[in-house]
Structure formats: C-alpha cells, structure tokens
Antibody
Framework: EMQLVESGGDLVQPGGSLRLSCGASGFTFNTYWMSWVRQAPGKGLEWVAH????????YYVDSVKGRFTISRDNAKNSLYLQMNTLRVEDTAVYYC?????????WGQGTLVTVSS | DVVMTQSPLSLPVTLGQPASISCRSS???????????LHWFQQKPGQSPRRLIYKASNRDSGVPDRFSGSGSGTDFTLKISRVEAEDVGLYYCMQYIQWPHTFGQGTKLEIK
C-alpha cells in the first residue's frame, strides 16, 4: 500500500528553523516528482516547493525562496523541507505530495506553528 | 503567477441533485502537446486533499463516475451528477502549466 508519512512539525518562534521529513513507501519513490504543499488554518492550499525525481531541479514559491530548501534522499525514500527564518505567516499544515505517471499521493500532513 | 478563480465559493446542494463548480485561469492551460494542465481536488473535513480529475477531464482511479471534468483553454468545470452526503467538503482546481503551481480559492460544498 502506498504511504507518505510526514514528521517534524512543531511550535517554533519567529526567526527559528525546522526540518520536515516525509517517508515514502509502496511506490517507486525515485521516479516521482515530489512537492510540499501547505494549508494555513482555515485557508486554502498553497504550493511551497517541488523537486524532480533525481533532485536536480527545484522550484519554490516566491514567499519562501531563500528561506526554505527542498531535498530528497532516494536511497532512504525520503523527502525533506529545511525551513529557516520562519515567519508567523508560515504557520500551516504541510503536506508531502507525490506525482508520478497517472498517480498522485498525499500524506496526512504535519503542523508547523510559528508563534512567540 | 497564473491566477485561478473559482465560483461559487459556497455551494449548498440538495441530496441527489447535480452540482457544478467553475474554475477560470488567467492564462491558457493548454500545453504544447494539446493536453490541458489542470487538476481537480477534493478535501473532505479533517482529511488530506485527494485528486479527482487530472488533465481537466480524466477521472482518477477509484473516483465515482458521478464526478466529471470538462473545459479547455481558460474555462473549466467540475460536475457532480447527483450529490451524495459523502461529497461534502472543499473542492480546488489547480494549474501546473507554470511555476508556481497555483490553486483556486476553494469551493465549499454543503448539503441543504
């Protein structure tokens, strides 16, 4: 069975850092584009970052450029999001999302709260 | 950025009746190969989103055939032929022809 499991969400102060992880199983991880998509409390969906199957291509929404870094370790079937200089407006549930062929998979999400 | 505009934002529907959600993009979503780079997602209360429709009109595996997607260029529609109680939730369109990929604001479907 296909599964994406996020971890690492926490309460952090503005200006702080956090690293999110996503473990994948049940599909050929190294052939999938992977993304982080977030949803602020009571709000809609926002694409955050996107990475190619081999990790060579990375894309970020403007609001996180220079602060967030997406990466992956295909040997460990894992996706990461390093978040630095966090802002209150980064508070959201962060979803790990996989895209491959005709398939699309979402994790259950991990909550990041940025507050003093 | 490509702006995705959905309407209505709130959609009260009687059980068994049809429902329709519109999505408009600020630029064409037709790729060079003729395919249309638009998805539709459903998010039930307390759950992660789930894709229903890919490339504007193709149902994902396991999606009931009462859901259908149509449209081309900049105007798209998600239709539910007969709404069931389990269809309550938020519906989003999303374009992926240009980075950053962008979502519509979401349409909240509720039962009257």
């Amino acid at each position: 069975e296909m599964q994406l499991v996020e971890s690492g969400g926490d309460l952090v102060q503005p200006g702080g850092s956090l690293r999110l992880s996503c473990g994948a199983s049940g599909f050929t991880f190294n052939t999938y584009w992977m993304s982080w998509v977030r949803q602020a409390p009571g709000k809609g969906l926002e694409w955050v970052a996107h990475i190619s199957p081999d990790g060579s291509a990375k894309y970020y929404v403007d609001s996180v450029k220079g602060r967030f870094t997406i990466s992956r370790d295909n040997a460990k079937n894992s996706l990461y999001l390093q978040m630095n200089t966090l802002r209150v407006e980064d508070t959201a549930v962060y979803y790990c999302v996989g895209w491959g062929g005709f398939a699309n998979y979402w994790g259950q999400g991990t909550l990041v709260t940025v507050s003093s | 950025d490509v702006v995705m505009t959905q309407s209505p934002l709130s959609l009260p529907v009687t059980l068994g009746q049809p429902a329709s959600i519109s999505c408009r993009s600020s630029q064409s979503l037709v790729y060079s190969d003729g395919s249309t780079w638009l998805h539709w997602f459903q998010q039930k209360p307390g759950q992660s989103p789930r894709r229903l429709i890919y490339k504007a009109s193709n149902r994902d595996s396991g999606v009931p055939d009462r859901f259908s997607g149509s449209g081309s260029g900049t105007d798209f529609t998600l239709k539910i032929s007969r709404v069931e109680a389990e269809d309550v939730g938020l519906y989003y369109c999303m374009q992926y022809i240009q980075w950053p990929h962008t979502f519509g604001q979401g349409t909240k479907l509720e039962i009257k």
